[in-house]
């Protein structure tokens, strides 16, 4: 079975197959996480977003790196959190499940997420540390390519939150 690793750091710098933007469902940047990849990925990535007349949450699209070290970028727009009585659980679950099925359909052997929703989108930090970690561990069960997955956490808080889950 795949591994799961936590680090510390800037997901655009990260050189695995396919890294995962947070993004909105217009798909076409914002904040966050979001505008750091749009930036280092440079201007064509807007592009190749654009064709997809944006994206329902919960669900992903692929577009190539462009200028980034990563060869694909998968983007899905997580759940804004609304109390928790709006399927917002259920919703970042499938973000995780649905962007790591289309990284096993592109051979992306490593894929490399940031903590999707708990920005902007205010989801509570520990349960979306849990959700994304169960998600994850499900999927490396019968995951036919995908055999490493990091979250790459861009502060401390969030870093702990996710450590604290994998063991
Ligand atoms: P959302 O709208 O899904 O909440 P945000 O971008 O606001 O997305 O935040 C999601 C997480 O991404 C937060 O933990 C934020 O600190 C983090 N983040 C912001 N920039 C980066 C980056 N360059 N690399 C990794 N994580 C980042």
Redo the contacts with the bound molecule.
């Keep these: 079975m795949g591994q799961i690793k936590v680090i510390k750091?800037?997901?655009?710098?990260v050189k695995a197959d396919a890294i995962v933007n947070?993004?909105?469902t217009t798909l076409m940047g914002?904040?966050?996480?979001?505008?750091?990849?749009h930036r280092?990925a440079g201007p064509a990535l807007y592009g190749a977003c654009e064709k997809f007349h944006g994206c329902p949450t919960g669900e992903a699209r692929i577009t190539g790196g462009f200028n980034l070290p990563a060869k694909f970028i998968i983007h899905t727009?997580?759940p804004?959190w609304h109390g928790g009585n709006s399927n917002e659980d259920q919703l970042l679950a499938n973000s995780y499940h649905n962007s790591l099925t289309l990284a096993d359909q592109h051979l992306c052997e490593t894929v490399a997420f940031?903590?999707?929703?708990?920005?902007?989108?205010?989801?509570p930090?520990e349960r979306a540390a849990e959700i994304a970690i169960k998600t994850i561990k499900k999927f490396l069960l019968t995951a036919q390519i995908v055999n490493e997955v990091t979250m790459?956490?861009?502060?401390e808080k969030?870093f702990a939150a996710y450590q604290q889950q994998i063991y």
């Design positions: 750091g800037d997901i655009t710098k947070a993004a909105n914002g904040g966050g996480v979001d505008g750091a990849i280092a727009p997580g804004v940031p903590s999707i929703s708990t920005g902007v989108y205010a989801f930090l790459v956490c861009f502060d969030t």
